[in-house]
Structures are given as C-alpha cells and as structure tokens.
C-alpha cells in the first residue's frame, strides 16, 4: 500500500498507508508497526554519562542498567519544559530519542555543559518505530507502547492511527501540546519524568515550589469536539469560553470509535464539562486523571477541611 505522507512536523514519515481507522484498530488489537524514524536520537556515552545526565535532567538516572529506560525533562531556570527525552542505558552509552528537529539543539546544549567530564555527546544513526505492548529489543518501554531503536521498520500503521492512539491515551507530545511556558505538572509529566526527591538540577526550585504550593495555573484536558465539522482545530488556536481565552489547542485526531478529541491546555479555573470554542468548532472539556502526586500544601488544605467537617 503506498504510503501517503503526514503532517507537519511529521512530513518525514507516512500519515496513513490507505485506511487510518483500520490501521487504528489493529494498533488497539495488539498488532502493527508505526514507522518514528523522523524523530531524532541522541547518544550519550563516557564513563561519567549517567552521574552527569543525572546532574542535569529531572529524572533519576545514576543507577540505571542496561535495558533501563524512563523518560526525562530538560528544563529552563523558570521550570518551563524546554526538551522531553525518552532514554534508555545500553551499558556503553545512554540513546534518547526526542521531537524530530530538536536532536542538535539538544546535542548543543549538552556538549556545552560537559566542561572536564568525560563523556562525549552527538546525534545517533538509530530509527525509532513504536508497537503496542510489550516488545523484544533496544529501547523505551512505556504505559504506551514501546518504542525500539534500530534499523528503519517497515510501517503497516501511520502517524494518523499513532496520533489517535496517543491523544486518547493522553500523552502528551512536546510542542504540540505543550507552548514555551508548560510547567511539567500541568500536562501529567510529574512522577512519569520527573524524580521529586532527587538532587538539584535545572529549574527544580520551580518545580518544588509549584509542587508544594498546590496546583499549576494550567491543566491538560480532553477535547470531545463536535463532529459534524469537517475540520479539525489547529494547533496553538485559542480555546474560548463565553467569548474569554481560558486555554490553548493543542492535538486534535479523529478516532475510531471516540471520533474528534484533542488536547487543551485550559486554566485552572476553566470548569470541568464546559462547553468551549476552538477555531469556530464547539467543544465539550473533560477533565483528565494526570495522576500527579499529591503536593504537601494541598494535603494540608484538606486534612484542614476534613476537620471542619467533622466539628
């Protein structure tokens, strides 16, 4: 089946090879393979890789082994997430794929940061693919899948079906669902990315601070968008309630059996169920179960209220 090409920033590989909803369904049924290779893969290696990422990401990653992998932010000093990395350890070297595009960014600002350790750092000529479930072989294994690094795979399923998988799963996917300002609490990467109780790195006074104070100005929600439009909102477009900006678009698919849902990062205030606008589309917001640790602040808050109740 020839291979129709997707949408930026994933032009590199195929959309759909004919049939996006059956690729989407064999995905869910356990079978199929979505070719990644567009995305970028950065190798870490030297005797001080790991104690030297460690320093810098927000994940715990002195102690991995071979065959461990997790996912990692780099942050800027405000908190703000300004990579996410999927990294697995082979025993020589650390590989972390990221957002296609940001491999020699991310490769710049690490080589930067070397200073006398010895560790090398530089892009990687691996491919990325993902399958559902459990599978064989080098790479990152997630609650979504894994994805395998390696020689370019043979695609049976596009980024259509991938992206439906994934919006409805609720991960999301730096850049699109994510602007210059995402904190990691607001879009569900505190506990899957970030280690509370590790050393000092990048932005973790924010991070603590937001964490301890309560909850983050944004969240990540569902978008349950009506169908009878034929198109979907853009990514980046306002989400309006009663006219007012409360949120920025992110994600949007049609999936097979949920059919037009998207992310959104709304403010806190915007209320669960709200019916909202995106580009003209209407929309029904629905909240998502991030599970983000509880901060001290807020276990304070209601153990203060469970005793109120209780006089």
Request: proline content about 6%; glycine content about 12%; aromatic content about 4%.
């Amino acid at each position: 089946m020839t291979a129709v090409p997707a949408d930026p920033p994933d032009a590199a590989v195929a959309g759909h090879y004919g049939d996006p909803y059956a690729e989407q369904r064999a995905l869910v049924g356990g079978t199929g393979v979505v070719d990644l290779s567009h995305r970028d893969v950065v190798r870490v290696a030297g005797p001080d890789r790991l104690s030297w990422l460690h320093s810098l990401v927000s994940q715990h990653v002195s102690d991995l082994q071979p065959g461990d992998s997790t996912e990692a932010l780099l942050l800027n000093p405000q908190g703000h997430v300004e990579h996410h990395l999927q990294l697995v350890e082979t025993g020589s070297e650390v590989l972390a794929h990221v957002e296609p595009g940001t491999g020699p960014a991310l490769v710049e600002f690490l080589d930067r940061m070397r200073f006398m350790l010895r560790v090398e750092v530089g892009l990687a000529d691996l491919a990325v693919s993902w399958v559902p479930g459990e599978a064989e072989g080098l790479g990152t294994r997630t609650g979504f899948g894994t994805f395998l690094l390696g020689e370019p795979a043979a695609g049976t399923a596009g980024m259509q079906a991938f992206e439906a998988l994934r919006v409805a799963a609720a991960r999301p996917r730096l850049g699109l669902d994510t602007d210059h300002r995402t904190l990691p609490q607001e879009v569900g990467w505190l506990g899957a990315a970030v280690h509370l109780d590790k050393g000092c790195y990048r932005g973790q006074e924010s991070v603590a601070r937001v964490w301890n104070l309560g909850r983050p100005p944004r969240r990540l929600v569902r978008l349950h968008l009506d169908g009878s439009d034929i198109d979907l909102p853009a990514v980046g477009s306002d989400v309006l309630l009663d006219g007012r900006i409360v949120g920025r678009m992110g994600s949007a698919v049609r999936h097979f059996e949920e059919g037009p849902i998207g992310l959104a990062l709304v403010k806190r205030t915007a209320p669960e169920g709200a019916t909202v606008t995106v580009d003209g589309i209407a929309a029904n917001l629905e909240e998502l179960d991030l599970a983000v640790p509880e901060s001290p602040a807020r276990a304070a808050a209601e153990s203060r209220a469970g005793l109120l109740r209780h006089r």
